[in-house]
């Protein structure tokens, strides 16, 4: 009868021992060290590796740049000479032009080259341009991309 007692004893203890263990670790020991925001200067301390909610709308825009590629065109594209091209072009032509070979009637949104800037096209030639919905200037885009990414 001693003996149950004692093992009882021992099992409870036991058991005592874990759950006092498992608090502790729970409370007092964190799973890895806080690291700093991965911005520079930033004195953010983070549970997880990377940037705090402050910087992380940045961390998504620069991103989204490296990812496009076309971000030496970017300022071209928002200066006022080719906003007032652009502007001219579509109001002389107003409808898509991939459309209305097609036989439908869609209104231009995009002034597109025809040639691409990067391949030496006119920049602000109208000649160089043609008026294009956004379904078919994504549709030219695409096929453009693409033939350039599978040309051996």
């Known amino acids: 009868m001693n003996a149950l007692k004692t093992q009882q004893a021992k099992h409870y203890l036991q058991e005592l021992c874990l759950n006092l263990i498992k608090s502790w670790n729970k409370a007092l020991m964190p799973r890895s060290a806080p690291t700093p925001c991965r911005h520079p200067g930033c004195p953010e301390l983070l549970a997880t590796p990377g940037s705090c909610d402050r910087h992380l709308a940045l961390v998504h825009r620069d991103y989204g740049r ?83 990414r599978y040309t051996p």
């Open 66 to 148: 490296a990812r496009r590629g076309f971000d030496s065109e970017r300022n071209f594209y928002q200066s006022v000479r080719w906003r007032s091209v652009r502007a001219a072009f579509l109001r002389e032509h107003p409808t898509c032009k991939a459309c209305s070979v097609l036989g439908c009637i869609a209104p231009a949104v995009v002034a597109d080259h025809v040639q691409p800037l990067k391949e030496g096209g006119d920049r602000f030639g109208w000649q160089n341009l043609q008026p294009l919905c956004v379904s078919c200037h994504n549709r030219k885009t695409a096929r453009e991309t693409a033939a350039k």
